[in-house]
């Protein structure tokens, strides 16, 4: 059996970041009235803390905390709320950087992703779980 707890990942909030940065310059680039900028910045604003709060740091009662392997192929999720037995789906994409995982739970009709960023667990960590992917 393998647990892969997983922690905020600095790639994660870096994307969110220069998201938010970009939104920012083209919302300073458009031709419009300033206090239309200032609510649109706002708004902006107010998103992006709400995806680093919630997915970003974690926080989010869906968000995926932990992942279990047992060997005879079950795969579990944990979340700050629930835990669910789940198949992997042939689907998932893995990289070295960055790992798309897709699961099906019985019971449920739409399928539950996990991005996972090669910082958010350990180096071993995350090399074990490429190979446990690839291997099923």
């Not at 709400?50 to 974690?58: A, M, T, V």
């Amino acid at each position: 059996m393998a647990h892969f707890r997983l922690n905020p990942s600095y790639y994660f909030l870096a994307f969110i970041v220069i998201a938010v940065l970009l939104s920012v310059g083209v919302i300073i680039i458009l031709e419009m009235h300033w206090y239309l900028k200032i609510f649109t910045m706002s708004c902006v604003f107010i998103y992006a803390w709400y995806c680093l709060y919630k997915q970003g740091f974690l926080k989010s009662s869906t968000a995926i905390i932990e992942i279990i392997h047992i060997e005879n192929q079950d795969w579990y999720l944990l979340t700050a709320t629930n835990h669910y037995q789940a198949e992997l789906l042939g689907d998932s994409t893995m990289t070295t950087k960055l790992s798309i995982l897709r699961f099906s739970i019985p019971g449920k009709f739409f399928t539950k992703s996990c991005v996972i960023f090669s910082d958010s667990m350990a180096c071993d960590h995350y090399k074990q779980l490429l190979i446990r992917v690839k291997a099923y």
